[in-house]
């Protein structure tokens, strides 16, 4: 399975520190990335992993090869900067209206629609599992904003092409449905945010739905689940999906990792104690990416971590934790901790763009325009207001950003989370404000890429540390 790694060369990187005095964020060094041009615009030539690291580390125990299901190596296809931007919004919007929804549930007695869930159509980084006795392959999207692992399942009443073969329960002598009489069938509706119904045969049935329009519908099952060779999981519930349509690319389907019971982290916290972590790659191929479950895989000593929250009123897949501030080039900008504490700040891997309260982007777009006053900028694209021309220049000067959080952890996103380039000739600030003060601030994969990323349910709490990739 190829896996992508970065293109991105740094004549040096180095990182900006801060000490939070009482969250007053006092910095003391000040540092930014110096970059040749000519690596900003993403690969287009698919090259193999350097090095003998990625070869060591390819069949440790709970740990899959991971890629960026658009870059160069993926066989799903390529997509425009265009088609990716319009796919996260619909992911952001239906992220805060699962939020929003859920809120007015707990505390309203207000009537709700009948489907809830998270656009799959930005699931921007796939794995390779197995189902079934014999088992059999399949490639599908990873995603921390959703519990319900599921699958496309033949008989298909209607399904969406896929690249693997289209699974087959009745070649699996491991498959059985779930009947309506199960716990694991009366859970299910927390789990998809749908209602659950029941065949004829009293089979439970699932239907989850999304807010771009794609869906999934079909039986609640159980099945042997392989990770890798050595990592196998009977009677793993699942969906099996014979009624899919969407946005879902030519993946199998998706694996849920959300804090759920019914996700795959829950469902194998006794072989794992709940802790799965990742590093995303960038979309070229010189570090390889990984989802490892139990034990954080490499550099385990320079992950700090930060407690995870709990919020009532919020789905129960969604991870949130305490944001407290941001830096660029070393000086903390002047927003307060509360700015991101209602209502809240979410993780997830499916969101490409981190989006920021109102007030805290402004800032973040002030300071950082004011460090890139020396260059020309270009019309604004999509999402992005602040973007540059760089045309002409060998190198160019970019000022660290550096987030945030509770328990003095600070995470520099490196160059790739500061810069996004849709064109030759538009070098955008790769961040995005909410429309709305109610909206949840959400890190998205953009950010977390290169770091090693650990979650620990066990503990409540989640790291980030430098370097992750292999």
Excluded at 280 to 287: A, E, G, W
Aim: aromatic share 10%; net charge positive.
């Amino acid at each position: 399975m190829a896996i992508l790694h970065s293109h991105l060369f740094l004549l040096f990187s180095l990182t900006s520190t801060c000490l939070l005095c009482a969250f007053g964020l006092v910095v003391t060094e000040s540092y930014s990335h110096v970059v040749k041009v000519s690596s900003l615009q993403p690969p287009t030539i698919c090259s193999a992993p350097k090095g003998s690291n990625h070869h060591h580390h390819e069949h440790q125990k709970g740990m899959l090869k991971l890629k960026h299901r658009y870059g160069p190596c993926s066989p799903f296809g390529r997509r425009t900067p265009l088609q990716n931007l319009k796919q996260d919004e619909s992911r952001v919007y239906s992220l805060q209206s699962r939020f929003k929804q859920a809120r007015v549930k707990k505390t309203t007695t207000s009537t709700l629609p009948a489907h809830l869930g998270t656009s799959l159509s930005t699931g921007n980084y796939i794995v390779t599992i197995g189902l079934g006795t014999p088992s059999s392959e399949m490639s599908v999207v990873f995603d921390t904003g959703s519990d319900l692992t599921w699958i496309q399942c033949q008989p298909c009443t209607q399904c969406y092409a896929q690249q693997d073969p289209i699974f087959n329960p009745s070649n699996s002598s491991t498959y059985h449905n779930i009947p309506c009489s199960s716990p694991d069938c009366s859970q299910l509706s927390s789990a998809t945010g749908s209602p659950t119904g029941c065949s004829s045969s009293t089979s439970c049935l699932y239907s989850t739905s999304y807010a771009d329009g794609s869906s999934s519908n079909g039986f609640f099952a159980r099945d042997t689940l392989s990770l890798t060779p050595s990592d196998v999981f009977p009677n793993f519930t699942f969906g099996c999906g014979q009624q899919n349509n969407g946005l879902f690319g030519t993946t199998a389907g998706l694996l849920g990792l959300g804090r759920n019971g019914l996700s795959l982290v829950s469902q194998t916290a006794k072989q794992y104690g709940g802790i799965f972590s990742y590093c995303l790659p960038t979309t070229s191929s010189s570090t390889a990416g990984y989802l490892k479950f139990g034990a954080a895989a490499s550099n385990a000593s320079s992950v700090k971590f930060t407690p995870l929250l709990k919020n009532p009123n919020a789905p129960s897949s969604f991870y949130f934790l305490q944001m407290v501030g941001i830096s660029v080039g070393g000086q903390a900008l002047n927003i307060t901790p509360s700015t991101f504490a209602a209502p809240g700040t979410i993780v997830d891997s499916g969101t490409i763009i981190t989006r920021l309260p109102m007030s805290a982007y402004a800032v973040l777009r002030s300071t950082f325009r004011e460090f890139m006053s020396n260059y020309t900028m270009a019309p604004a694209y999509q999402i992005f207001d602040t973007c540059y021309d760089f045309s002409g220049l060998d190198t160019v000067n970019i000022p660290t950003i550096v987030l945030h959080f509770g328990g003095n952890v600070n995470v520099d996103v490196g160059m790739t989370g500061i810069l996004y380039f849709p064109t030759q000739t538009q070098n955008c600030l790769a961040f995005a404000a909410n429309t709305d003060p109610t909206d949840l601030t959400i890190i998205g994969n953009r950010q977390q890429r290169t770091l090693q990323v650990v979650y620990d349910l066990k503990s409540n709490k989640i790291g980030f540390g430098p370097g992750g990739c292999m």
